[in-house]
C-alpha cells in the first residue's frame, strides 16, 4: 500500500512565510502539546522540513524505501530559506526538520528560545571555497574580494576555513565558531570580504574573485569540493555535520525516534556514499 507524500518548495517572500502556516492540513501549534498525529492504519505521518539537497533527496529515499515498513509516511516540505524551518518547528507546524548543524541550531535557540532538541549527526556537506575567475588559492590575487555567508555560524566556519589554508589569521581568543570579519587579525593580502545570504552566494561568483559556500547551494549550482573546490574542508573532528531536530515535547516519540534510527540505517549510508562519490555529501555516522 503506497502513501501520498507531499513536496513543495517554498520560497523567501513573505508569501511563503504565509504558506507555513499548515492549520488547514491540521497542524497547529506554538504549545507544549505534540501536534504529530495519531497513527492510521499502522502509519503516522511526519511534516519534515528540509532543504532541497541533500537533506530532501536523503528523506525521500527514506520515504520511498524504508517509511512504509517503520510504520512512517513522510511530507517533505524544501525551504531555501535558513531562517524559516526552526520558527516552523517550534510553532508546531512542523514535526521535525532537517538542515542545520549544531553552531546554528545553538544560535537559533539561544537568539529566539526555541524549545527544540537535536539527535545525533547524519552526514556532512564540506565547505568549500569556489572561484569562476581563477584555478587555485594561491592564485587568489592581493586585494582580492571574498564572499562568506552574512550568518554568524557560517561566516565563521568559512574564516576558519581561509584562516586553515594561512591565508588569514583570527584573532588570539575568537570563537571559532561565532567569529566575525572584526576577528581577522592578520590579512597579509588585504583581501575585502564581502557577505551574502547562503542562498546568493553562487550567484556572486561572477561579481567576487571567490566565495565560500555552502556544501548544499553548491550542490545546486553544479559544484562540488573534489572538482571545483580551490580549498575543502577538513571532515575529520568537524562540528558542522547535520541532523535532524524536533520539538522537545516530541523528544521521545516513538514516530520521532523512528525516523532518526532509518536516517542512521546502513541503507542511509550506502544511499548517501552512492549518490555522492565526489565526496561532496558524507555520513557522519
Given at each position: 500500500m503506497s502513501h501520498p507524500r507531499t513536496h513543495r518548495a517554498l520560497s523567501v517572500s513573505a508569501a511563503a512565510v504565509a504558506?507555513?502556516?499548515?492549520?488547514?492540513?491540521?497542524?497547529?501549534?506554538?504549545?507544549?502539546?505534540?501536534?504529530?498525529?495519531?497513527?492510521?492504519?499502522?502509519?503516522?505521518?511526519?511534516?519534515?522540513?528540509?532543504?532541497?539537497?541533500?537533506?530532501?533527496?536523503?528523506?525521500?529515499?527514506?520515504?520511498?524505501?524504508?517509511?512504509?515498513?517503520?510504520?512512517?509516511?513522510?511530507?517533505?516540505?524544501?525551504?531555501?530559506?535558513?531562517?524559516?524551518?526552526?520558527?516552523?518547528?517550534?510553532?508546531?507546524?512542523?514535526?521535525?526538520?532537517?538542515?542545520?548543524?549544531?553552531?546554528?541550531?545553538?544560535?537559533?535557540?539561544?537568539?529566539?528560545?526555541?524549545?527544540?532538541?537535536?539527535?545525533?549527526?547524519?552526514?556532512?556537506?564540506?565547505?568549500?571555497?569556489?572561484?569562476?575567475?581563477i584555478d587555485d588559492a594561491e592564485d587568489l590575487p592581493d586585494g582580492a574580494t571574498i564572499a562568506l555567508n552574512n550568518d554568524p555560524s557560517n561566516q565563521a566556519r568559512g574564516l576558519v576555513l581561509l584562516q586553515e589554508a594561512g591565508l588569514i589569521t583570527l584573532a588570539e581568543g575568537a570563537d571559532a565558531e561565532s567569529a566575525t570579519f572584526n576577528d581577522v587579525e592578520d590579512n597579509p593580502q588585504d583581501f575585502e570580504f564581502v557577505e551574502a545570504d547562503a542562498s546568493a552566494l553562487t550567484r556572486t561568483l561572477d561579481d567576487v574573485d571567490a566565495a565560500v559556500i555552502n556544501g548544499n547551494y553548491a550542490m545546486e549550482a553544479g559544484l562540488t569540493p573534489a572538482e571545483d573546490g580551490l580549498l575543502v574542508e577538513s571532515p575529520q573532528d568537524n562540528p558542522y555535520a547535520n541532523f535532524l531536530a524536533a520539538r522537545s515535547v516530541d523528544e521521545e516519540h516513538e514516530a520521532i525516534e523512528t525516523l532518526d534510527e532509518l536516517l542512521h540505517s546502513d541503507e542511509v549510508r550506502e544511499y548517501i556514499e552512492e549518490t555522492w562519490q565526489d565526496e561532496e555529501v558524507l555520513p557522519a555516522f
Amino acid at each position: 500500500m503506497s502513501h501520498p507524500r507531499t513536496h513543495r518548495a517554498l520560497s523567501v517572500s513573505a508569501a511563503a512565510v504565509a504558506a507555513l502556516a499548515l492549520t488547514s492540513c491540521g497542524l497547529a501549534g506554538g504549545d507544549d502539546e505534540s501536534t504529530i498525529p495519531e497513527a492510521e492504519d499502522g502509519i503516522t505521518t511526519l511534516t519534515v522540513g528540509a532543504s532541497p539537497a541533500p537533506h530532501a533527496a536523503i528523506l525521500e529515499f527514506v520515504d520511498e524505501n524504508l517509511a512504509e515498513e517503520a510504520g512512517l509516511d513522510l511530507e517533505i516540505e524544501e525551504f531555501d530559506d535558513y531562517q524559516i524551518p526552526n520558527e516552523a518547528l517550534n510553532d508546531g507546524d512542523l514535526h521535525a526538520n532537517y538542515f542545520q548543524h549544531q553552531p546554528w541550531f545553538d544560535n537559533e535557540v539561544e537568539e529566539n528560545g526555541y524549545d527544540l532538541v537535536h539527535f545525533e549527526d547524519v552526514h556532512i556537506e564540506p565547505f568549500a571555497l569556489y572561484s569562476s575567475q581563477i584555478d587555485d588559492a594561491e592564485d587568489l590575487p592581493d586585494g582580492a574580494t571574498i564572499a562568506l555567508n552574512n550568518d554568524p555560524s557560517n561566516q565563521a566556519r568559512g574564516l576558519v576555513l581561509l584562516q586553515e589554508a594561512g591565508l588569514i589569521t583570527l584573532a588570539e581568543g575568537a570563537d571559532a565558531e561565532s567569529a566575525t570579519f572584526n576577528d581577522v587579525e592578520d590579512n597579509p593580502q588585504d583581501f575585502e570580504f564581502v557577505e551574502a545570504d547562503a542562498s546568493a552566494l553562487t550567484r556572486t561568483l561572477d561579481d567576487v574573485d571567490a566565495a565560500v559556500i555552502n556544501g548544499n547551494y553548491a550542490m545546486e549550482a553544479g559544484l562540488t569540493p573534489a572538482e571545483d573546490g580551490l580549498l575543502v574542508e577538513s571532515p575529520q573532528d568537524n562540528p558542522y555535520a547535520n541532523f535532524l531536530a524536533a520539538r522537545s515535547v516530541d523528544e521521545e516519540h516513538e514516530a520521532i525516534e523512528t525516523l532518526d534510527e532509518l536516517l542512521h540505517s546502513d541503507e542511509v549510508r550506502e544511499y548517501i556514499e552512492e549518490t555522492w562519490q565526489d565526496e561532496e555529501v558524507l555520513p557522519a555516522f
